[in-house]
């Protein structure tokens, strides 16, 4: 999700909170902590790192600091938190559904595939590409990082299914339907005109077989909730929200209801816990940062919140850049509360009571949005592992969480792919 005006991603980097032990927390719980998350193979499922990628500017073998960049992974810090493997996402925010519309976003597409591939052979003493999570054990056994590729959004594919094995064979092993707005296979949760399919297009029924037959796992982040049961009823593998949270415990049209978790697990699926803040906690309002943000966007001739990656993806680079450097100054100006690592584990808590252990993972929307108080990066990420463990959780079950479940779902994915002729 590439929350601007939510929690953005910018949002709080002049108030981030970094984890302090208190003086009453158990050093020996510190200590199992550690060793565990040391242990456990981790994976987060959802980065928007190739945005900056893009840019060209941005080195992800250097320890940047999340204060004052716009970054919030690379290389240093994820060996500092403890991190394995992260998705790199190849995003494209929704523009115009036309064919030159399409025609453009798919360049767009396979440019950003060309600068993670840029990226990764300048960088291959300390990355790698995996596709399988047998590849990744063995990149993981060489000290370097795993980079896993998905795609948020179909909006590139067009109308062009056979533009999904080329995705797939560049590496991506999912693709989030849609985004912010609904497109041609399907309906989105947050699109301000609603549903126009009440679920998934004739094209996003073909989108579901044809990734099936692929072994490309179909993600349902970001899908409205008839989109998300006609996925269910269709596909015949496990299903993935990489990027999502329980509407029980946060009420955001992103987040899924109790109904949705019980029949995700029913197909076997796995829903990975965004960490971004307005869907792990209700954020009060501030009415002088919302009448900052008013003006910002009469200034900029946007219509709403909704509509503002939309309108980025229209201006130049010298203007996408002054706006960027405008909203930051808003942030500074009028920050953010950010939600903690206890309020997403809460989260977990309810999805384990709800749907079992085998059902939970972790999928952060870091580089877009995705920013606790306590875990502002992806060096922060032990801080969960010793929450996990405060609450009673096991060895066993941290495992699961931390890449287990999701590696079960991919490994069932890959399995159940066919041979048969792709759909045109």
Not at 2 to 24: E, G, H, R
Not at 108 to 133: H, N, Q, R, W, Y
Request: proline share 4%; hydrophobic share 35%.
């Amino acid at each position: 999700m590439k929350n601007w005006f939510s929690t953005p991603l910018l949002t709080c980097l002049a108030t981030t909170t970094f984890f302090s032990v208190s003086a009453q927390d158990d050093k020996a719980l510190l200590k199992k902590a550690h060793k565990i998350h040391e242990k456990a193979f981790t994976i987060d499922t959802h980065a928007d790192t190739p945005m900056l990628l893009s840019r060209g500017n941005f080195d992800v073998t250097k320890d940047n600091d999340p204060r004052t960049s716009n970054s919030k992974v690379d290389y240093p810090r994820m060996r500092r938190g403890g991190l394995d493997a992260i998705f790199w996402a190849v995003y494209l925010g929704q523009g115009p559904r036309t064919p030159e519309g399409h025609e453009t976003a798919k360049k767009k597409a396979m440019g950003i595939f060309d600068a993670i591939d840029v990226t990764l052979k300048k960088t291959a003493s300390e990355a790698a590409l995996a596709t399988t999570p047998e590849e990744a054990y063995q990149i993981n056994k060489t000290g370097k990082r795993v980079i896993f590729l998905g795609v948020e959004n179909g909006y590139p594919m067009g109308h062009d299914i056979t533009l999904l094995k080329q995705f797939y064979d560049k590496g991506a092993r999912y693709m989030t339907l849609c985004h912010s707005s609904n497109n041609d296979i399907c309906d989105s949760s947050t699109d301000p005109k609603g549903a126009e399919y009440q679920g998934l297009s004739p094209l996003g029924e073909q989108v579901v077989g044809e990734m099936n037959r692929l072994g490309m796992m179909i993600d349902v982040s970001h899908v409205s909730d008839s989109t998300f049961y006609d996925v269910v009823r269709l596909s015949k593998v496990p299903i993935i929200a990489s990027h999502s949270g329980a509407k029980a415990i946060c009420d955001h049209p992103r987040n899924l209801t109790d109904d949705m978790l019980k029949a995700l697990a029913k197909n076997g699926g796995v829903v990975q816990l965004n960490l971004l803040s307005d869907y792990v906690k209700t954020i009060p309002a501030s009415p002088e940062r919302e009448a900052a943000q008013k003006a910002m966007m009469e200034k900029w001739g946007v219509k709403d919140r909704r509509s503002m990656m939309g309108a980025m993806s229209k201006l130049s680079e010298d203007d996408q850049k002054k706006l960027r450097e405008e909203f930051m100054d808003i942030n500074k100006k009028y920050p953010v509360q950010l939600a903690t690592v206890k309020d997403a584990v809460d989260h977990i808590d309810h999805m384990v009571k709800l749907i079992g252990i085998d059902h939970v993972g972790m999928g952060a929307d870091f580089d877009g949005g995705g920013a606790l108080a306590d875990c502002f990066d992806v060096s922060q990420y032990e801080n969960f592992t010793v929450e996990f463990l405060r609450r009673g959780y096991s060895k066993k079950d941290i495992e699961k969480i931390w890449g287990g479940n999701f590696f079960r779902v991919m490994k069932a994915v890959e399995k159940g792919k066919t041979t048969e002729i792709a759909l045109k």
